[in-house]
């Protein structure tokens, strides 16, 4: 009833990488936010949603749960950002609910919340989700995805750590 002696989930060394959510698959290089797309804060990928489930895009432990934002760590020591829409820090959390927090671990491709896609289209903000590798610099040796249209946590490519 409360989760007590509830078993934790093991963390996997995992190196895929899942679609944070259902839609195509672009460079982040294409994303109109030039913090992601100049890869100030490190590579990575992005999707432009066509629906509002959002699914982990790692295997990992959760770091961070943001209004809009959900951190990840890997069991090889990659960070990842999920950033769901751009300029969406405007909107105070209204219409995102992620179903879980800090410390949970989660299967890549594993359902983790949702976005409200009509709320973030009304308040004039782009729905485009970017994934990224924040420790590029120190962790990722490459990754390889493929760029299409995909449904929401299924398996897109794989990033490999130094």
């Known amino acids: 009833m409360f989760g ?34 100049q890869k100030i ?21 959760i770091t961070m749960v943001q209004g809009h934002a959900l951190g990840f760590t890997r069991a090889d020591g990659l960070e990842v950002l999920l950033h769901v829409g751009i300029d969406t820090v405007s909107l105070n959390g209204a219409p995102f609910n992620f179903t879980v927090k800090v410390d ?18 009304a308040a004039g903000l782009a729905k485009t989700t970017m994934v990224v590798f924040t420790n590029t610099a120190d962790k990722l040796a490459d990754f390889t995805l493929n760029y299409e249209s995909v449904d929401g946590g299924a398996t897109i490519g794989s990033a490999n750590t130094k």
């Open 4 to 37: 007590f002696g509830k078993k934790k989930k093991e963390l996997k060394d995992d190196k895929t990488l899942y679609a944070p959510l259902a839609g195509q698959v672009l460079k982040i290089e294409e994303t109109s936010d030039p913090v992601f797309s």
């Open 41 to 61: 804060m490190g590579d990575g990928y992005a999707v432009e949603p066509t629906d509002g489930k959002i699914f982990a895009p790692v295997s990992g432990t």
């Open 104 to 121: 949970d671990v989660v299967d890549g491709g594993e359902e983790v919340g949702s976005v409200d896609l009509a709320a973030v289209e």
